[in-house]
């Protein structure tokens, strides 16, 4: 299971950091990705990562304010969100795929954490 946290209400140029933590199946064995869904909009791809963490994909629409990392220790795959924008806000799920590079091979899925961001 994965279980999604670090979501709130935070103003336009504000951090957050989102951690999804798995338990069950060891997390190694996936790429482990974020993707969000918008009101009214399909759930999009966000950013994902290779299970060594070695390799990691990102949404043009976050490249160089969002970073995806993983602890495989603690089965942690953590989503860094830096100045953030109105079109940021959304419900982010975590989710574990079987290729960090094709999104849609997501085959488990989190519940998600709702993320405002007021303009």
């Known amino acids: 299971q994965l279980q999604a946290s670090g979501g709130g209400l935070v103003q336009t140029g504000d951090s957050l950091r989102l951690s999804c933590s798995a338990s069950?199946?060891?997390?190694?064995?996936?790429?482990m990705g974020w993707f969000r869904q918008a009101p009214g909009k399909e759930r999009e791809f966000v950013a994902t990562i290779t299970w060594t963490g070695g390799g990691t994909y990102y949404a043009d629409s976050v490249k160089g304010r969002f970073t995806i990392s993983r602890d495989a220790m603690s089965s942690t795959v953590y989503l860094q969100m830096n100045n953030l924008k109105a079109e940021d806000t959304g419900v982010y799920y975590c989710s574990a795929l079987r290729r960090a590079s094709d999104p849609q091979s997501a085959v488990h899925w989190g519940q998600g954490t709702q993320v405002t961001v007021s303009s």
């Open positions: 069950g199946r060891p997390v190694p064995s996936y790429a």
